[in-house]
């Protein structure tokens, strides 16, 4: 069994000029304490994504407040657990998602997983540098005043200002090195809570003290039942599983350098629950806010800080938005579409080229988000994208676990050829086809009406058939 004190691997390749590589990560570079991974999460809750998407859950499904805050605070506790499980082989061997992804799918199979998560990070890279943007835009509007002009694809010429702003700034960040990216990162999230809870004092006073009652009900269906308050609260769980689903399978990208496995789970711990609890807590009470002040119910906070006509606010959270939007949609995003891209054809690929090729994308998915993508529903993404990443996640998680009792081999999975993960032909059949037969079920769950019913399940069915196909047949085969 090879250690980590091995500093080059057979076929690893280095990923650019900042010298991040798919070999395993050396004992000197295993340096994140608890405090890091905690501020990992903390910019991925804080994201204005991340706001838009729980305050459209307190209005969709028509739950009364604290079921909702309840159902947000048991999908952080679940994905707590969930990515202590998908870290471990990170953390213990200094290896990234797709080097893991190798064990179970193959040295060529892994391609798969890597590409297919690179493409959900596509998806939402794209999504976010978007979001990031509305922030830009609205720090415009507060210093000149305009509304922006005539709109162009659902954007005004502001808008697409801004847009192409942020895009262009993405791309200035990652070609100076990842160094910049956790600067940035570790500056902007603190900030977000000091505008966050400013804008709910804002809107406590306007609404003459009556914010907290109102919001306790006034998302809450009048003719709701019982049942209607235990289908919302399990719609809501899982699509937030659905919306931590892409971080949960390459969380080893973040873990690998964890200075050990009580670090990793401490920050999971403090950084999950907690952050979910208070940014739940602030989303609530400030689209609640809105809408009793202004009689909308709002779910992007840019608009609500634009409706409270005060232009230091407007700045000030225009800049706090944007920096912590853009921060973790570098790291959570970038990270996983790069190293999936890249490993595609690591000798052709560099870093610098794949992150070109993804803010190609980024362009397309970004400048199309207002006027035809989000027309599908933000709820309805989160599920199919999550739901087609789980088959992969309860693949990994059982053969890691359940077939190899936590054991790998570093020089086998470097191997292009030959070697216990290479499978003959660099594919592990096994899982391929449980992956396609979980992963087509799961999408089903989404998107059939007679599927409707399993509503809030679509992460959880996804994992569990697809770990459970791939347990039932790989238990009798020789694929260990």
Known sequence: MTTLDQTHVAGSNTMGPEGNTLSPVRPSEKTWGWFAIFNVWANDVQSLFGYSLVASLFISYGVGGWTAFAALITAGLFTMWMVNLSGAAGEKYGIPYPVFARASLGTEGAKLPAILRATVAVFWYGVQVYFASTAVALLIRSLTGSEGGTEILGLTGIDWVSFLIVWSLHIVIFW????????????????????????????????????????????????????????????????????????????????????????????????????????????????????????????????IVERTDSVLLGVIAAITFFAATMGINLVANFIPAVNGIANLSPDKISFRKAGLITSAFALVIGGFWTSFISQFGISGFVNTLGATLAPLFGIMIVDYYMHRNEELDLDDLYKTEGGRYYYGNGWNGVAVQAFAIAAIFSVATVWVPWFAFLTGYNWVIGAVLGGALYHAVAKGKAVV
């Open 176 to 303: 100076r090195g990842m160094a910049w990216v956790e600067t940035f990162l570790n500056i902007a999230g603190p900030f977000v809570y000091v505008v966050m809870i400013g804008l709910v004092v804002v809107l406590w006073q306007r609404s003459d003290g009556q914010l907290l009652e109102a919001t306790a009900t006034i998302f809450a269906n009048p003719e709701g039942t019982f049942w209607t308050e235990v289908t919302g609260f399990v719609a809501i769980v899982g699509t937030m599983v659905a919306y931590f689903a892409a971080v949960m399978i390459n969380f080893s990208d973040f873990s690998r350098y964890a200075r050990s496995k009580s670090a990793m789970k401490m920050g999971n711990l403090t950084g999950l629950p907690f952050n979910m609890i208070l940014f739940s807590a602030l989303a609530l009470l400030t689209t609640g806010g809105a809408a009793v002040v202004f009689g909308e119910k709002i779910i992007n906070p840019t608009e």
